[in-house]
């Protein structure tokens, strides 16, 4: 049996991933769901163990963490490095007094001063990302529950903007009005239209989303139809407010494949060109890269 | 005592109002929170009934309801009437099998069918709001969970949008990231330069949005200034969707004294002029038009 080197992890708000890693390989992997905002202050180190306890063994294994666990309600506060700054890891914060059987370390985030904005957990995935390719140019769009648009020049993030498009999506079809029309199911065409709508006419957003709930009770809907035109018409208005990034850039897309998928699509049928890159071999690179610096200084 | 003539009911989604009649005039008032989404289909008398059962005599009494209760899930399905259409209300539709004590009747809304958009309540209190104005031309915008914006033109209601801008506001501000950093209070600055923002810049809503949780980050927050703030982005949005309704308009607004008046405020500074009517005055006035129906035919 293999020994674990190292333990790579992702602690995001809703989610805690982990991957016992020997060198870059993944030995195996193990989630939960002890996200940031389900674990008390002094809970962090227990979340994780009860997680990947069976890959210690008696010598200290270093566990490399990026996300959310990082902020200042966190495991320990990592501070946000502002930008513009190099798009590689800065040496993780140790996490004090932990368990003899780890030493862990958190990966700091992103700041930008003006317009204010921060990042947490993405600046790894850009950082492995960037690994194989240090001479991209371009944008890097991280979709999600607040998706990142993330300019990079000349091997620095310049600046980067959050959207809240996800969380808002989500909140829409579960707790609003809409949740009666909105159900299982897409649809393509109707995705393509409404982001069409929202991208020349952003203005018309919060029309359109009561238009849904509308068109169900004059004409009935498709649930899964609706379901494209919402994530349509907030992700068309999205895509004109980022437009200045987008607009004849070289563009990479790293999130989940559904909605990388989506942002995908929504960017082609405007004529603009966008690679897919994997969003766990970003993290896993870019927390590899981390740890290497802190091999380094300790 | 004065006995009561009629009962105005005024029945949403999440309240339930009522007010003993005599003539125009206000013998008592009583509220529940017993909306639509809190009844059951078999539920509707029995709520009614314990908020205005010490109204009641012997002689059956009126009962003229305005609101969701006419949906097809309410207590009698009040099919919409649709625009274009005079802007008075239609006969209201008989409840069958009440309780002896009471006569009640439920005021159809309104639909138009492209684009599609509903309303229930509104109709009753722009129909009041007119009946000492038969002359009035203009936009009559109604401030709420659903905001409503109406184009009335030789007494008629030609067209309406419905704005999900309340319904946002509350999502946002009680379940989104945003609830860390929006409390009480109101900053009148930080609304109206929000307002010019999104109002200019519609496209930029999702983004701003987000801001509000990270200027909180970096450099900490009054909560009420980011209250005022997050209303006012979604409001400039909003006006800036709107605007072919209002520009050069004569507007009334009729909601809630602290809604109207921050829509009054926005649409000012951008140099409109509007007159705010008092909504339980118009609610009322619609539905005694309505009670006036009921009494020709019946």
Chains 1, 2 share one sequence.
Not at 27 to 53: K, P, T
Not at 118 to 140: C, K, N, Y
Request: include cysteine.
């Amino acid at each position: 049996m293999m020994n674990t080197e190292w333990i790579a992890v992702d602690w995001g708000t809703s989610h805690l991933r982990a991957w016992a890693m020997r060198g870059e390989t993944v030995l195996h992997h193990a989630r939960s769901g002890a996200g940031m905002s389900r674990v008390n202050r002094d809970g962090f180190q227990s979340a994780l163990l009860s997680l990947v306890e069976s890959w210690l063994g008696p010598a200290p294994v270093d566990v490399i963490a990026c996300g959310m666990v990082g902020a200042r309600q966190g495991w320990v506060e990592a501070p946000y490095s502002a930008v513009p700054c190099p798009a590689l890891p800065v040496c993780p914060v140790r996490v004090p007094g932990t368990d003899p059987r780890i030493r862990a370390f958190v990966v700091p985030g992103l700041k930008q001063n003006e317009p204010a904005d921060v990042m947490r957990g993405e600046e790894t995935q850009i950082a492995g990302f960037l690994s194989p390719r240090p001479h991209w140019d371009g944008v890097i769009c991280l979709p999600g529950t607040h998706t990142k648009w993330v300019q990079v020049s000349a091997g620095e993030v310049i600046s980067f903007r959050t959207f809240m498009t996800g969380e808002m999506f989500d909140l829409l079809c579960g707790q609003s009005v809409l949740k009666h029309s909105v159900g299982d199911g897409w649809d393509e065409a109707a995705f393509g239209d409404a982001v069409a709508d929202t991208l020349s006419r952003p203005e018309n957003l919060a029309a359109r989303l009561f238009g849904i709930r509308a068109a169900d009770l004059l004409r009935g809907q498709d649930t899964g139809r609706a379901r494209a035109r919402l994530s349509g018409l907030l992700l068309g208005a999205e895509l004109a407010a980022t437009r200045p990034y987008w607009l004849g850039q070289q563009i990479a897309i790293i999130g989940s494949p559904d909605l990388s998928a989506a942002y995908a699509a929504a960017l082609k049928q405007q004529g603009a060109f966008c690679e897919i890159a994997d969003a766990t071999q970003a993290t896993l690179a870019g927390l590899s890269q981390a740890r290497n610096l802190t091999r380094q200084t300790t």
